[in-house]
């Protein structure tokens, strides 16, 4: 059973709170040791698509859904997700980081997997309603945050292959401590591609992370942290991580590899390259073929490396390496460029540097606990 949300003009967006939610959230205590991505909040929100529209969304106690054997998602993997992070550290409100850039990527994502686009109103109710909903579960030190997961799946019931007509958008959310890699060490990936050319790398789907398991596998074997991708026609040129952009400094200069349609646009990767040129630092997207990077770092032009994304936020290289064992040394613990710049974009984010680009969004009243008379 579901009930209308009854007052202060909630009824507009159309979305519902489920029996009971109110005492889940009273119910909920949050773990002394939180781990990233591993601890759920006890509100999420559900809305879904049925014969070509959107329902209303409802916000739902955390916990399994029922799904059917045969729904599409199961065996065709037709499924897009986003990744970001609402912040509320030293008792600040809660504000999470350029959310229409999640909302119009998964709506990219979407795209290539025919999928229906999730309109504003439900992606908006989904982000902004949740983080309100878990606002008290927000962990509050530095590096901490409420990580949210949106994302959306063919539901449908059907062995044919095509597009499901069933679809549902989820959003869960997960406080999380800081997710530290600390400096990595990465091997250069000769053998196996993460996508294809004109396929589905440039889409946040699950499926490009499955792709890469095997290969995080290998570099676990190989003492490595994470696994550095080449293109997939010429395996010439850097690419990205499986999961986080990449950023050499060289001659003093910030590359990043150009958007090619296989890399992941990251959203990280666009504030730190807005961020640098905003500090006085030249920046170019461009092609970085790995072996010329390397002879690079060996004659010192090349002088730091970094990989960022929403997780890490900005995480420094210490070395890139072969499967043979050859490896290629980076300062240890990254550099200064590295460092001023994880720090400024992390105190924009944690709101205690004023945020000049217009990044953080704050929660509307109206997705408030209070507001909707739980
Ligand atoms: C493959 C891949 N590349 C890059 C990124 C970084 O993107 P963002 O900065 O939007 O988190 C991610 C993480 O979402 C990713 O999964």
Not at 46 to 53: E, F, H, K, N, V
Not at 112 to 134: H, I, K, Q, W
Not at 227 to 242: A, G, N, Q
Not at 311 to 318: D, L, W
Request: glycine share 10%; hydrophobic share 40%; proline share 5%.
């Amino acid at each position: 059973m579901t009930q209308p949300v009854p007052d202060h003009g909630i009824q507009d967006t159309g979305f519902q709170l489920q029996d009971g939610l109110d005492e889940a959230i009273a119910a909920f205590c949050l773990p002394e040791v939180l781990g990233f991505g591993s601890v759920f909040g006890p509100a999420m929100f559900r809305a879904d698509y049925r014969d070509g529209q959107w329902l209303p969304g409802e916000f739902q106690r955390y916990g399994p859904i029922a799904l059917e054997p045969g729904a599409k998602v199961l065996h065709y993997a037709q499924e897009v997700f986003e990744g970001l992070k609402a912040y509320r550290v030293d008792g600040r409100e809660a504000a999470l980081f350029r959310p229409e850039m999640n909302w119009r990527r998964l709506n990219s994502s979407a795209a290539r997997l025919c999928l229906p686009a999730v309109p504003e109103s439900v992606y908006v109710d989904g982000v902004f309603g949740v983080t309100a909903l878990n606002e008290a579960f927000i962990p509050g030190a530095s590096g901490e945050s409420l990580y949210l997961r949106p994302f959306l799946f063919g539901t449908e019931s059907n062995l044919g292959m095509g597009v499901a007509r069933e679809v549902s958008f989820m959003v869960i959310a997960s406080p999380s401590q800081a997710y530290h890699p600390g400096s990595m060490s990465l091997l250069i990936e000769r053998g196996e591609s993460r996508v294809a050319g004109g396929g589905i790398g440039a889409a946040k789907v699950g499926g490009n992370y499955a792709c890469a398991l095997q290969s995080a596998a290998r570099c676990a074997e190989l003492g490595y942290d994470l696994t550095l991708w080449l293109d997939p026609v010429k395996r010439r040129d850097i690419e990205e991580l499986s999961g986080m952009n990449f950023f050499a400094v060289v001659d003093g200069r910030l590359l990043t590899p150009t958007l090619t349609g296989s890399i992941l646009a990251g959203i990280t990767r666009d504030s730190v390259i807005q961020l640098a040129r905003s500090r006085g630092l030249e920046v170019e997207e461009t092609s970085i073929a790995v072996d010329e990077l390397l002879e690079w770092i060996a004659q010192g032009r090349c002088s730091e490396c970094f990989a960022c994304g929403t997780a890490a936020i900005i995480a420094p290289i210490r070395e890139l390496g072969e499967a043979d064992g050859r490896r290629c040394q980076l300062p240890p613990e990254g550099g200064a460029i590295t460092a001023s710049l994880r720090q400024a974009l992390l105190d924009i984010q944690e709101g205690r540097a004023e945020d000049t680009f217009g990044w953080m969004a704050a929660i509307p009243d109206r997705y408030r606990r209070s507001s909707m008379s739980l």
